[in-house]
Each structure stands twice: as structure tokens, then as C-alpha cells.
């Protein structure tokens, strides 16, 4: 699945084909692509707008569209989505599922194999976007700010940065890679971090990802951005060696999700007392 760095380089490949053009034409072909919006209210909402900005938020892909009524139009590329330009002569493929031909002759076309991606309408963003946590690579991505998100919880410490709904973006792979880079298990309960982590946590994060952005982020999988250079340190290494200790990567799994880990650089820690996390 596409994660922060995907989204911002796919965010900056509209950008330069369709900001400040207007839609023409607009077709959905598989209507639950759209939902709540019915597939013909869609066509007819943003018929005529104009695409005045394209932005990122969390793992969307955000367009403030200009037209009879003000709108936002959110997309969610899931498992196997992507956001294609290509002339609006260009015969819709078969995974075509929205398309959106501009004044330009040139068609934004939503692909989607596996059907799991998603287009939404609204008038205020905080209908879709709502409920997502700080952006870590926001001005109000603090260390102090970190620190209150994983402190103040319990949990163990990878699914708590996978929460969407405190800090949004972050997904399975650069997940693994910061916590590779900080030496920090990643089934550690929070409790059995202390302050002194927080840091080169936080640095860890902004780090992996502005690295991850400019080299467009991976190539794994589907729907992520074609050519992306970024090569992971940890994430689907499992039997291959660890470029700082020389043990072999191990694959587990922690909530549900594939897991890539050092068992020498990434020592499990137990959950502390709260006298110690305090003054340590």
C-alpha cells in the first residue's frame, strides 16, 4: 500500500499535469469506486471544475476543486490503486475505474485492480480527513509532541505508529525502517520506553521520510510509484543480512502486519515502572 512518501510523489506528479485545469468530462465505471457519492451525482458534481490545488494529506491524495459548489475530492490509493495522466485519446484500460478528462487534453485516469481504492466528495476536508492524527513532517510534529502520543499510551510501539489517528502516514514499511534505525523492537510496549528515546525517534521519522520523498519513495508492490529509489535497510530483507550487525533480518508478525526486524540491533525491552520511565 502507497504510504506518505508514495502519496507525496504521486501529490507532485498531478501537480505538474493538472493543477489549475478544468474537467470536462467525467466517467466512473465501477460505481462503488465513488462511494457515498452515487457514481452519476459524482460525474454531475465535478463536471466543469477546476482543479485549483493538489495537496496530501495522510495517505490521501487531496484536490480543491473550483466549480458550481466548492469542493474537495479525496482519494485513497489502498492495496493496488494509482493516479495516471495520459492523453484524453488514450483508450480506458480495463482497471480504469474513474476518469476525469481535463481542458487540456489530458485525462486523469484512478486504475484500481483490486478494487479497494477509494474517491470522495465533500465540502468540508474534515469529513474525510478528520479523524487523522498530526503530520510527521508538520510544524506540530514536536519531540515534545511525539512524546505525548507514546507515553501517554499503552501499547506496544509499532501498531501505536501505525495509529492513522495519531500520526498520519506512516505505514508497514517505513514503520520497520525507523525502528530499525532507532534500535527499537518492535513489539516494545510503550511503557518500556523513556524519555531518551523520544528523539531519535522523532529524528528517525522525519529522517526515513524526506529521505524516502526525494527518491520518490519504493518500488515494492502494487500501487506504489513506478521508479521510486528508495531501498529499505530492513523491509522485505527477511533471510538476507543486517547491514550494521551482520545477523540475519527476521520476518514476524505484530498486529497483523508483516514485520521486519535485527533480533541482535533490536533487543526486546520489558515495560518499566512508572517511577523509572519518570525519572530517567
Known amino acids: 500500500m502507497p504510504e506518505l512518501p508514495e502519496v507525496e510523489a504521486t501529490v507532485e506528479y498531478l501537480r505538474e499535469r493538472v493543477e489549475g485545469h478544468t474537467i470536462v468530462s467525467a466517467s466512473v465505471t465501477w460505481a462503488r469506486s465513488v462511494l457515498p457519492t ?12 477546476k482543479i485549483e490545488t ?25 492495496m493496488s490503486g494509482s493516479l495516471d495522466v495520459v492523453p484524453t485519446t488514450f483508450e480506458v484500460a480495463k482497471h480504469d475505474r474513474v476518469c476525469l478528462d481535463l481542458d487540456n487534453g489530458k485525462s486523469i485516469r484512478f ?17 474525510v480527513v ?12 514536536t519531540p515534545e509532541a511525539l512524546e505525548a502520543l507514546i507515553l501517554g499510551k499503552r501499547g506496544r510501539i509499532k501498531p501505536m505508529l501505525l495509529d492513522q489517528g495519531l500520526i498520519a502516514g506512516l505505514g508497514n514499511i517505513y514503520v520497520d525502517e525507523v525502528l530499525w ?17 523520544i ?11 524526506r ?28 533471510g538476507k543480512t543486517c547491514s550494521r550487525c551482520g ?32 525519572h530517567k
Do not use: W
Not at 533480533?263 to 523509572?276: G, I, V
Open 199 to 209: 528523539e531519535p525517534l522523532h529524528g528517525a521519522i522525519q529522517e526515513t521520510l
Open 211 to 238: 529521505e524516502a520523498i526525494e527518491k520518490l519513495g519504493t518500488d515494492f508492490g502494487d500501487g506504489v510509484v513506478d521508479g521510486g529509489m528508495y531501498r529499505p535497510k530492513v523491509y522485505g530483507r527477511a
Open 247 to 278: 545477523d540475519t533480518i527476521l520476518r514476524t508478525v505484530v498486529g497483523q502486519r508483516g514485520t521486519h526486524l535485527c533480533p541482535t540491533c533490536q533487543k526486546k525491552r520489558r515495560a518499566r515502572s512508572a517511577s523509572k520511565r519518570k
Open 111 to 127: 486504475n484500481d485492480t483490486r478494487k479497494f481504492g477509494r474517491m470522495r466528495l465533500c465540502v468540508e476536508p474534515d469529513e
Open 130 to 141: 478528520g479523524n487523522l492524527g498530526l503530520e510527521p513532517l508538520g510544524p506540530e510534529f
Open 54 to 78: 493538489l495537496f496530501r494529506r495522510g495517505k490521501y491524495v487531496g484536490m480543491k476543486l473550483n466549480g458550481i459548489t466548492p469542493l474537495y475530492l479525496f482519494t485513497h490509493l489502498r
Open 38 to 49: 452515487p457514481a452519476p451525482d459524482f460525474e454531475k458534481q465535478v463536471l466543469n471544475a
Open 181 to 197: 534505525k532507532t534500535r527499537i523492537h518492535p513489539l516494545t510496549p510503550t511503557t518500556g520506553l523513556s524519555p531518551s528515546d
